[in-house]
T-cell receptor
């Protein structure tokens, strides 16, 4: 158990809908990263937050947004869902203390768009 | 060209074999190198973390970094069926916070 929690584990929804994925980082970690992993695809970096502020952006669609709250949990919002958004969504957290900065992953949320 | 290249496999070996997994990269600014293990679509689990060039050993696992060749390796000795998983390499620069992942190599260890 990495200490990173994600809810829900599974989500089934229809095209055009909006969903929210939630992540709680490990205790003491200030940074949260979101990734998308589709079938036969590697991990695609979406976005990073550090202590409430957006720090880095990857291949995140405009229909997707995220935020990190004062208690450091983070939410990833996916709107106007398309079939191609079906994937595993992972959250990872890190402490970012000096140079060493290891990411620890949550168990993921499996999103199915029908 | 992708920042990090990794042979997707699949790789199938008999139990007890030595496994070699590799990644190449193009950005010479990468300083930190990691290997993750991912079981059947679960969250990736950090296996090895190395800084700059050299070797690091942890039990049956050895991570090797050759920065001059932009090449990293993970060796698994005495492979076990429980090692069957997808192995992802990852790396990042000394500044900045983005991690760059390979696409993963699928490994099956046959009893």
């Amino acid at each position: 158990d990495s200490g990173v929690t994600q809810t829900p584990k599974h989500l089934i929804t229809a095209t055009g809908q909006r969903v929210t994925l939630r992540c709680s980082p490990r205790s003491g970690d200030l940074s949260v990263y979101w990734y998308q992993q589709s079938l036969d695809q590697g991990l695609q970096f979406l976005i990073q937050y550090y202590n409430g502020e957006e720090r880095a952006k990857g291949n995140i669609l405009e229909r997707f947004s995220a935020q990190q709250f004062p208690d450091l949990h983070s939410e990833l919002n996916l709107s106007s869902l398309e079939l191609g958004d079906s994937a595993l969504y992972f959250c990872a957290s890190s402490v970012e203390a000096g140079g060493r900065n290891e990411q620890f992953f949550g168990p993921g949320t499996r999103l199915t768009v029908l | 060209q992708k920042e990090v290249e990794q042979d997707p496999g699949p790789l199938s070996v008999p139990e007890g074999a030595i496994v070699s997994l590799n990644c190449t990269y193009s950005n010479s600014a990468f300083q930190y190198f990691m290997w993750y293990r991912q079981y059947s679509r679960k969250g990736p689990e950090l296996l090895m973390y190395t800084y700059s060039s050299g070797n690091k050993e942890d039990g049956r696992f050895t991570a090797q970094v050759d920065k001059s060749s932009k090449y990293i390796s993970l060796f698994i000795r005495d492979s076990q069926p429980s090692d069957s998983a997808t192995y992802l390499c990852a790396m990042r620069m000394s500044t900045g916070n983005q991690f760059y992942f390979g696409t993963g190599t699928s490994l099956t260890v046959i009893p």
